[in-house]
């Protein structure tokens, strides 16, 4: 018998990593790589670190996205690897189904001690498990089946989620999902039309809308609680993308007084980066109803959900913002970068506004007045919204390797939602790069309006 060789991960990616966007191509998403192609995003990174990405050649990239802000920490965190590592060597009876490790009691204790009002956390191991979790709770605590959500609004993928997702390109083609209803964010008379109707459960809602980056109108939060609460439903909040620091408070929803949601999602940054994780904090009155009696014991649960591994990234995680001041430093200088792009909109007549909190920033742009560049404005719309933001992205990672995107699609909205580590040093390259590709724009030719003449071709002939 033949000794087992090792298993060499190092070598096979030395041998096999130049295949990435054929591999791709032949066994996985098909369009992705052709996407990326298109935009010129092709591009080969080595390894990351911090805020940084790193190509073959040692090229350093600058890291706007964080993954769609999974990276709050930076990529690789010596003190997240080094829990997870420990983790490991520790050798746990890890989830044997018929015991109760330390290590989810430990990390829930430390979620609910941020989050005033809320008892208890379900874990599981992505954003959409942390709401489709909530949704089935409060259905199941309130007796009642539908969940309103806003126009716009993303809270996941799975059949559940994608119920309350108020994106029709992602809905197209799923149906029949569950029976949930639409409003527009921040319209209280919507809210209260559709709570007359007694059927309601939930509003399940996103302080902050990723898509466009968007906000309710100040106050809205705590009037619709109180709304929701007088007709016994509750209040959602998805905090996947604006929890855990993003915004410069623990949660989105801590920065306006009086709000109490009845249940929470998290996910994303809890991670640290390593190990998925989602998490669902709620009142105890709503899990005692879930969980009424032993034989209801395993009625909602999850495979991985309270692994050794991702608690002990969400311990560190936690510690490490602790430690290092994360929160603090997100809405210090989240509010630079905002405050410094902002100035720029007197400057640039391309560019309509700049918002957010913290470290959850949108640029968006808008149509100029001057002839020579509402010309170029005008085809770019006509062939497909969202072009001109496309065209600010490219040039930030082809000149200046920062990497962005846009918000969403047909939007002409650029999110940022780098780590929130980062300091006035990136601050000082963004800001910097942006400027110059702005300039450029406002010549009204160039490369950059060529790309965006190629994109036109590219979006018409795909009609």
Known sequence: ????????????????????????????????????????????????????????????????????????????????????????????????????????????????AHAPGLDRVFFGNSGTEAVETALKFARYA??????????????????????VNGEAGFRKGFDPLLPDTPIPLGDLDALRKELKKGDVAALIVEPIQGKGVLAPPPGWLAAAQELLHAHKALLICDEVQTGVGRTGTFFAYQAEEGVRPDLVCAAKALSGGYVPIGATLGKSWIFEKVYSSMDRVLVHSASFGSNAQAMAAGLATLHVMRQEGVVENAARVGELLRSRLAALTERYELLAEVRGRGLMIGIEFGRPKSLKLRTGWTALQAARKGLFAQMVVVPLLQRHRILTQVSGDHLEVIKLIPPLIVTEKEVDRFVDAFTEVMDDAHRGSGLMWDFGRTLVKQAVGSR
């Open 1 to 112: 018998m033949t000794q087992a060789e090792p298993f060499d991960l190092a070598a096979l990616l030395d041998a096999r990593g130049g295949e990435r966007y054929e591999l791709h191509a032949r066994y996985l998403n098909p369009q992705l790589p052709r996407m990326l192609h298109t935009i010129g995003f092709d591009r080969y990174y080595e390894r990351a670190k911090g805020p940084y990405f790193y190509d073959a050649e040692g090229n350093e990239y600058l890291d706007m996205l964080a993954g769609f802000g999974i990276f709050a920490l930076g990529r690789h965190h010596p003190a997240v690897r080094a829990a997870i590592e420990q983790a490991m060597e520790l050798e746990t009876a890890d989830l044997t189904r018929f015991d109760c490790s330390p290590l989810p009691g430990l990390l829930a204790e430390q979620l609910i």
């Open 142 to 163: 309130t007796g009642r089946r539908r969940v309103l959500y806003a126009d716009h609004a993303f809270h996941g993928l799975t059949a559940g989620s994608l119920s």
